[in-house]
């Protein structure tokens, strides 16, 4: 349970760009450096996890610490995987709301810039392993190309927040 842990609070402390990235950096890490599964069976567990409500990295990342040192295991997974980056995040919110108006900054839009590339990567590189040949690879780009023209339960993403205010009572200019 310790190698889990300890795997997970490495990849939960160096992971960033989202879920997509983090899936992409779990089978690096599991498939790729470790061998705990085969990337068909990484890629069938990828497949469920996108059914289940709820961000599929934290599922995968779960999942995989069960099959390695069972419950315990799932535990250590996440615990390890989400508490550096919830820490991170709380920090770097109280420090952003600190310094003020900081969406023009050149660090930030650097940051988002790096966030943009680290995803792409992360997409490239699960292409190459789910979509290995063109059926698959035309269903993938298909629904892909569809998904952003359908509409969203409730207008849930469809809405424009300004990103200068998101506090509850604070109007957004």
């Known amino acids: 349970m310790l190698e889990v842990f300890l795997i997970f609070l490495r990849l939960g402390l160096t992971s960033f760009g989202g879920p997509v990235a983090h899936l992409a950096y779990f089978r690096e890490a599991f498939v790729e450096r470790r061998r705990w599964l085969t990337?068909?069976?990484?890629?069938?567990?990828?497949?469920?996890?996108?059914?289940?409500?709820g961000p599929?990295?934290?599922?995968?990342?779960?999942a995989l610490g069960l099959q390695r040192a069972g419950a315990g295991g799932m535990l250590a997974a996440w615990v390890a995987f989400t508490l550096p980056s919830a820490a991170l995040m709380i920090a770097f919110a109280y420090g952003v709301t600190a310094a003020g108006d900081l969406a023009e900054?050149?660090?930030?839009?650097?940051?988002?810039?790096?966030?943009?590339?680290?995803?792409?990567?992360?997409?490239?590189?699960?292409a190459k392993t789910m979509t290995?040949?063109?059926?698959?690879?035309?269903?993938?780009?298909?629904?892909?190309?569809?998904?952003?023209?359908?509409?969203?339960?409730?207008?849930?993403?469809?809405?424009?927040?300004s990103s200068r205010s998101h506090r509850p009572g604070v109007a957004a200019p």
Do not use: E, N
């Not at 990337?39 to 409500?53: E, G, H, R």
């Not at 599929?56 to 779960?62: D, E, F, K, P, T």
């Not at 650097?110 to 997409?123: C, D, M, N, R, S």
């Open 132 to 161: 290995p040949d063109a059926a698959r690879a035309t269903i993938a780009a298909l629904a892909a190309g569809c998904g952003p023209a359908l509409p969203a339960p409730s207008g849930a993403g469809c809405r424009h927040r």
């Open 105 to 126: 900054a050149g660090w930030v839009q650097g940051l988002k810039a790096a966030a943009v590339a680290v995803v792409a990567h992360a997409v490239l590189g699960m």
């Open 39 to 53: 990337d068909k069976a990484y890629t069938d567990l990828v497949s469920l996890c996108q059914f289940l409500p």
């Open 56 to 62: 599929a990295s934290s599922q995968v990342g779960m």
